[in-house]
């Protein structure tokens, strides 16, 4: 037997054991792919995700619609502003703007609401992306609200993301106050050169409702508007500026 | 060559063809024993269970947003728990639930109902395990939690 032909066996023996040891720590001992891992487990996980996300979406749903709710009390409560304001001349609503800036902050109070929660994972769903996130919409009377940037769960192999959105009806008529505008705008134009304003220059001035006049503000409501107007000469505000502030 | 060359050759090859035969049989079983270890952890059991949690899960979030006079039956818990007054919601939730082939229980508050639809029918149903769990806010600003247990559909 030729010399060489002597060590082939044993070689071709540790040869096997090298690549059987090698298979056997790639394959079972360091599968990082399935270890001890179920079948459809990222599967499942994504469906998992997917539940979750859909109680994100139905907590974000509720948020606005009693934010909307929130929001047209205020503009009902202030005059078409959102927090607690008066009409005078150069300065009225912009009533959409308004009931956008109101939701907006109760919006995000509700996202506030997810701190009280336990989960971390929430939290930082919740509260930091939801917060100042949304594109809002009106058509007629439905309220859009679109997310700018996507809510992502962040999980140890992958993300995964939604695009929340929100869709909700409400009954308030916007255009109710462009009737008061045009109201406000004949009675401060009235008295605009007037220093002090009595109820004999507001029936002067054929302004037909029932108000309460105190110090030159004028109090009345519209449905369930309450208005609240500085009359009298303007302070510092040009008369020229009517046409343009409204 | 010489005889002791020949039978040492000989000793060696048998020794290798023995290890190779060993070394395969090892490696077998080796590779079997994981893989069978590997499909037991595949437990259909538990695929089972969170597959049912999750859609319990979806059951629940569909239940709460059902339409309900000019709400949604989420408006309909807040009111109820408002009032302390769950005689309405507990009939509205029977009607939904009443072609359902499993069990329920709504935690709700500080309260909870059982909904059997086919229990009278002398069915069985498994017993209570996925359970799902939904946050509403209230206009107050406060969060109230509803969970839902389930059992696994009746069986005969």
């Known amino acids: ?246 | 060559m010489n005889k002791k060359g020949v039978l040492g050759e000989s000793i060696v090859d048998f020794i290798s063809i023995i290890l190779i035969i060993i070394t395969l049989i090892l490696f077998f079983f080796l590779f079997r024993y994981n893989i069978t270890l590997e499909s037991f952890f595949v437990d259909k059991g538990s695929i089972y269970e969170s597959e049912e949690e999750i859609s319990n899960n979806i059951m629940l979030l569909n239940y709460l947003r059902t339409p309900y006079n000019e709400g949604i039956i989420a408006d309909l818990v807040i009111k109820s728990i408002k009032d302390s007054d769950f005689k309405e919601l507990d009939l509205v939730t029977q009607g939904i639930f009443k072609d359902s082939n499993s069990c329920f229980i709504l935690f709700i508050g500080a309260g909870n109902t059982e909904i059997c639809p086919k229990k009278e029918l002398g069915m069985k149903f498994r017993e209570f395990r996925s359970e799902g769990s939904v946050l509403i806010p209230t206009k107050e600003k406060n969060i109230i939690e509803v969970k839902m247990l389930s059992s696994g559909e009746f069986y005969e």
């Open chain 1, 1 to 246: 037997m030729n010399k060489k032909g002597v060590f082939f066996l044993p070689f071709l023996t540790l040869a096997l054991i090298a690549c059987l040891l090698f298979a056997y720590y790639t394959l079972i001992l360091h599968n990082e792919n399935n270890p001890d891992s179920e079948i459809g487990d990222k599967q499942y996980l994504l469906y998992e995700y997917y539940g979750k996300a859909e109680n994100y979406l139905f907590f974000i749903d509720v948020s606005a619609k009693y934010s909307i709710e929130k929001a047209i009390d205020d503009l009902n409560k202030n005059g078409g502003f959102s927090e607690d304001d008066v009409w005078r001349i150069g300065h009225s609503p912009d009533v959409k703007e308004e009931f956008k800036k109101s939701f907006n902050k109760y919006f995000n109070e509700y996202m506030d609401l997810s701190l009280n929660e336990k989960s971390a994972e929430q939290r930082r769903t919740l509260y930091k992306q939801n917060k100042n996130n949304y594109d809002l919409n009106f058509e007629s009377n439905i309220l859009f609200g679109k997310s700018n940037k996507k809510i992502v769960f962040a999980l140890s192999d992958f993300n995964y993301s939604i695009n929340s959105s929100f869709k909700q009806k409400f009954n308030y008529d916007f255009t109710k106050y462009d009737f008061i505008k045009k109201e406000i705008e004949d009675l401060l134009r009235c008295l605009e050169n007037k220093e002090t304003i009595t109820d004999n220059l507001i029936k002067e001035c054929k302004f037909n409702r029932i108000y309460n006049l105190n110090n030159n503000i004028l109090t009345y409501n519209v449905d369930d508007i309450k208005l609240k107007i500085e009359l009298g000469k303007n302070k510092g505000v040009a008369s020229t500026e009517w046409g343009t502030s409204f």
